[in-house]
């Protein structure tokens, strides 16, 4: 599981057979030790292994010795959880729910209402990747501006449409750059090429996002019940754990950085039991293949040398401090509301979609009247049921026909959340 590949370059594989194999300590000592850290698992399938996980799920089970409710930050594992029924493999005891970590999900209807403006600009082309193109905004989305004749290019990376300002000097190129942490270096670097190669022709219609603030405002919100957090493994690939640590210390919740697969996923809660169980507000690291605790300073370098912290308001969220970047004055150029005179545009979101309950994990998708009758993929009412890491269409692919008639609020432990120990 912890694939400890740097020291076992030799990379046996053993063959699964009881979880003691693989057991090393009982819980994480530091941020870089599991208890899973024996058993080498390099390949998908192992990852998925039915009996590694069922052994680790019957691991969980023998641990537990209470309610608690845990939030999966990232869409990515919420589709996991899903798509492998992990959440029925969990004692009853264990609620898990989904949180904020789509960033398409959490864009305002503002902002893709900036972007439709510019794809329907003359002389302007709109870049973005492709799951932004069919997030609704207050008078349709991006497809439906491509159809009237909007200029809209789906890319692969900013790079492209860096290339594309290279090629085409007489258009204004413009990139949607959507993302957590995990996008901010790419575009960061998209930017620095551009002052390279003296580029006057591209900018970028910011819409970062950062994880730490949502999962603040999450544990803020009154009545929460929240007692800890699986975070996501790819965005503290790029940032690493420190902004983390006072998050667990001052709302007394573990925090374990997980990665995407099942047997991941399951580590991360059994990691996350452990530590609940032992009264311990600590940060860990289940995906420690891919995280380091100092995070990839150099990637994160970048992106403080082109952004710096602001204020966002997200989707269904409102305005959250610090919860966003934007570009840095030196870079002011780049930044397509000012160049085009977008600020202060402002839209009204949807009065059906509950999509802000649903990110903060106080209602689950079966929840919300519109689901899977007025909302579906085909036609959707809010972003959660377009995005590939939303939890509307996570719901709506995996659960739709279990769900229907099924009273999905999120649990209630019948108690407030109380910090491990107190
Ligand atoms: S089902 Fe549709 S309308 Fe309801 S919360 Fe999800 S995206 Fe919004």
Same mark, same amino acid.
């Given at each position: 599981m912890q694939l400890d590949i740097a020291e076992n370059e030799q990379g046996i594989r053993a063959s699964p057979k009881s979880v003691d194999q693989f057991e090393s300590v009982g819980s994480p000592r530091s941020p870089q030790t599991c208890w899973l850290t024996?058993?080498?698992?390099?390949?998908?399938?192992?990852?998925?292994?039915?009996?590694l996980i069922r052994q680790v799920a019957e691991r969980i089970r023998s641990r537990v010795s209470r309610v608690w409710t845990i939030m999966e930050v990232c869409g990515g594992?919420?589709?996991?959880?899903?798509? %492998?029924?992990?959440? $029925?493999?969990?004692?009853? $005891?264990?609620?898990?729910?989904?949180?904020?970590?789509?960033?398409?999900?959490?864009?305002?209807?503002?902002?893709?209402? $900036?972007?439709?403006?510019l794809a329907e600009t003359p002389g302007v082309i709109l870049c973005s990747f492709g799951d932004m193109l069919r997030v609704p905004g207050s008078k349709g989305?991006? %497809?439906?501006?491509?159809?009237?004749?909007?200029?809209?290019?789906?890319?692969?990376?900013?790079?492209?449409?860096?290339?594309?300002?290279?090629?085409?000097?007489d258009r204004q190129v413009v990139f949607f750059a959507v993302g957590f942490e995990t996008t901010a270096p790419a575009n960061a670097m998209a930017v620095a090429q551009a002052v390279q190669l003296g580029l006057e022709n591209f900018s970028l219609l910011v819409a970062h996002v950062l994880v730490p603030a949502a999962m603040e405002a999450v544990l803020s919100a009154p009545g929460c019940q929240l007692h800890g957090f699986l975070a996501a493994g790819h965005v503290c690939t790029v940032t690493g754990v420190e902004d983390y640590k006072p998050i667990a210390q001052r709302f007394g919740v573990p925090i374990v950085v997980t990665g995407f697969e099942p047997l991941d996923i399951l580590h991360g809660i059994a990691v996350c039991v452990d530590l609940l169980e032992e009264g311990r507000a600590e940060v860990a690291i289940q995906y420690s293949r891919s995280v380091r605790p100092q995070g990839n300073p150099i990637a994160w370098q970048k992106v403080c040398e082109v952004f710096e912290p602001s204020d966002r308001v997200w989707r269904g969220m409102g305005l959250l401090p610090r919860s966003g970047l934007k570009l840095r004055k030196e870079y002011a150029a780049f930044d397509a509301e000012k160049r085009f005179g977008l600020e202060g545009l402002g839209a009204e979101e949807s009065s059906v979609c509950i999509a802000g309950a649903i990110l903060q994990g106080q209602k689950k998708p079966p929840?919300?009247?519109? %689901? *899977?009758?007025?909302?579906?993929?085909?036609?959707?009412?809010?972003?959660?049921?377009?995005?590939?890491?939303?939890?509307?269409? *996570?719901?709506?692919?995996?659960?739709?026909?279990? *769900?229907?008639g099924a009273a999905a609020t999120v649990k209630s432990s019948g108690e407030d959340r109380t910090a491990p120990g107190n």
């Open positions: 024996r058993r080498i698992v390099r390949f998908v399938d192992e990852f998925r292994n039915p009996t594992q919420t589709h996991s959880i899903l798509r %492998f029924g992990l959440d $029925q493999l969990l004692p009853e $005891q264990i609620t898990l729910i989904h949180g904020p970590g789509c960033p398409v999900c959490v864009t305002p209807v503002s902002l893709i209402d $900036q972007a439709i403006l989305d991006l %497809f439906t501006a491509k159809s009237r004749g909007g200029d809209v290019r789906v890319v692969y990376s900013p790079m492209d449409a860096v290339a594309l300002a290279r090629r085409l000097p929840d919300c009247p519109a %689901f *899977a009758g007025e909302c579906t993929p085909e036609h959707p009412l809010g972003a959660p049921m377009v995005s590939a890491e939303g939890a509307c269409a *996570a719901y709506y692919r995996y659960r739709r026909h279990a *769900a229907s």
